[in-house]
Every structure is written in C-alpha cells, then in structure tokens.
C-alpha cells in the first residue's frame, strides 16, 4: 500500500527545469542521477518551503 492511499499525507518535490520534449533529462533515475547534480539554490529553495509548511500547517 502506497503511504498516501493509507491517509498518510505526502508530496512530491522535484526541480523541473525545461529540458525540451523529454519531461525528465536523460540521467534521471541512472547511475549518473546523484547528488552532485541538484542544485544548491534549487535545495535551498524546497528545504524552507518544505520547512514553511511544516511550520505552518
């Protein structure tokens, strides 16, 4: 059972940049899909929004 059908609320957070028709850019989920490609700013930006809700909510 997916967490959020057992009323357990979730969210789904990605940085999603335009990459032309492709809607993910080729590393996604590879092997090359790792830390070093997210962007500090991007991180940042979702950590106090995330931070903000929780907070808030």
């Known amino acids: 059972v997916y967490i959020n059908q057992a009323g357990i609320p979730t969210v789904d957070i990605y940085d999603h ?3 032309g028709e ?3 850019p080729a590393y996604h989920h590879t092997t090359a899909d790792n830390m070093s490609i997210i962007d500090r700013k991007t991180m940042k930006a ?6 903000q809700v929780i907070y808030n909510e």
């Open 22 to 24: 492709d809607y993910f």
């Open 17 to 19: 940049p335009a990459y």
């Open 46 to 51: 979702v950590g106090q929004t995330v931070l």
